[in-house]
């Protein structure tokens, strides 16, 4: 690793951890300064994406080498050099042990002084002479450290789906996400688009039982491409493109998108309808509505209104639309694979977050024409911001009716008439939908 790929994962990760800002952006704008050197800023990626995931499984090999009591007072400056040393040594295959300790020394002395230097030297030589980690025996605990994840969650997730699942699951968020392409049929074919490809050398592959969704094995030869740039394909989770099938929309249907942004969703919704009707696509953050209309520029959308307001604002209330889609604000427990820093992050007030997500129930029912569909999705896995939130509304609007999802998906992404991703089931990001009829 050279020490430019060294210092700036040192950056992000400090900043996405002391400041609680994502990864996503800071590596986007690494991107731009790094375009001359992919395989530089793939290496800063892989490291940044990793270790964040890793945190606390680091922590946890860290203080089995140092007082572990100071330890949990230490700088975090100083945490993270530790953390890129003992990622590069226990999970990636580049450097031998001794040079990788070496360097870290280097830089410890250069960014902070020679006594973290060799506080450093001490932590990371004592770990290659005994590199064999003991975990707790307590299951929860022992899961949490292993695998990285807060305690709480894998409490849930044991009392969800049992050892075997909540270890799969654990297995696939920390695994590097597989690149999934929606080819833009307005366009082109997915036929075409996999021949293409083949011609560049570059291997993909359709998904099972999702249409139009192509797998990448490896994606930095896809995302400079003409083709992505050019509106042909479009980058997206076949999970969200599932949300999609089910709401089934038809040519000329008019269809709103009340928390659209960035717009994956939205887009696709379009493509489906042959850019016939209309969709109206709305979200009260500018800097994601922008994203957004530049994905409908790329892919010459041209039955798209996107306003930038609150959803919980806008007007007029009137049951006049035959989709409306609620792709509501979520805990996220779906896409912890691609979000990494999400797991860590407990700026979220779960009791506002489901009064939020039952409010927009509320105001989404009433845009639905008679004999059109609400379509209320997530990329969560919690029950109580899933099922639940459906049986309350149900309970509470009797004009409305759940409609099998089976209907529009295939039944292996079904779980009682819903739209159910399951990660370690699937191999796609967590995601739940619902879809019910206005009587």
């Known amino acids: 690793m050279n020490e430019s790929v060294r210092r700036e994962a040192y950056k992000i990760i400090t900043k996405v951890l002391k400041k609680k800002l994502y990864s996503d952006k800071l590596l986007h704008q690494s991107a731009k300064k790094m375009q001359q050197n992919p395989d530089d ?19 946890y090999i860290i203080s089995q080498f140092t007082n572990d009591q100071k330890y949990k007072n230490t700088n975090l400056k100083i945490k993270v050099i530790l953390y890129l040393a003992i990622y590069q040594l226990r999970y990636m295959n580049s450097g031998t042990p001794h040079s990788v300790v070496d360097a870290t020394v280097e830089f410890a002395k250069k960014n902070m002084d020679q006594r973290i230097a060799n506080f450093v030297n ?16 307590n299951e929860i605990e022992c899961l949490a450290a292993q695998y990285s994840f807060p305690e709480f969650l894998i409490k849930q997730w ?8 909540t270890e799969q699951l654990c297995k696939f968020f920390n695994k590097v996400p597989k690149l999934y392409l929606r080819v833009n049929k307005m366009a082109t074919e997915p036929e075409k688009v996999l021949k293409y490809f083949q011609r560049r050398q570059v291997q993909l592959e359709e998904v099972e039982l999702v249409p139009n969704f192509l797998a990448a094995k490896t994606g930095r030869d896809i995302i400079y491409d003409v083709a992505l740039s050019e509106g042909y394909i479009s980058i997206q989770d076949p999970a969200a493109g599932l949300v999609v099938d089910l709401i089934d929309p038809a040519k000329d249907n008019s269809v709103l998108d009340l928390f659209a942004a960035p717009g994956g969703k939205a887009t696709y919704i379009s493509e489906k309808m042959r850019n016939s009707g209309e969709v109206i696509a709305v979200d009260k953050y500018p800097q994601k509505t922008k994203k957004l209309k530049k994905a409908v520029e ?3 959308i041209s039955n798209m209104k ?13 049951p006049a639309y035959d989709r409306v889609l609620l792709d509501v604000p979520c805990s996220g427990w779906g896409v912890f694979q691609k979000k990494a820093e999400l797991r860590w ?10 009064k939020m997500q039952k409010q927009a129930l509320i105001l989404g029912a009433k845009f639905v024409k008679p004999n059109g569909c609400l379509i209320y999705s997530t990329c969560t896995l919690n029950e109580e911001e899933n099922e639940r939130q459906i049986e309350y509304f149900l ?3 009797k004009d409305f009716k759940l409609v099998d999802a089976g209907n529009f998906v295939a039944k292996d992404f079904t779980e009682k008439k819903y739209l159910k991703i399951l990660p370690f089931k699937h191999g796609f990001d967590g995601a739940f939908a619902a879809k019910m009829m206005k009587i």
């Open 158 to 165: 044991l009392q969800l789906w049992g050892k075997q699942n």
């Open 306 to 318: 996107i306003i930038t307001e609150d959803a919980f604002k806008y007007k007029p209330v009137a």
């Open 345 to 354: 992050q407990k700026h979220q007030n779960m009791h506002q977050l489901i």
């Open 122 to 137: 001490a932590v990371l030589r004592s770990y290659l002479r005994n590199p064999e980690i003991t975990y707790p025996d």
């Open 395 to 397: 309970q509470h609007n």
């Open 298 to 300: 790329r892919l010459q």
């Open 41 to 59: 800023y793939a290496l800063l990626n892989h490291l940044v994406k990793g270790i964040i995931k890793y945190k606390k499984n680091l922590d």
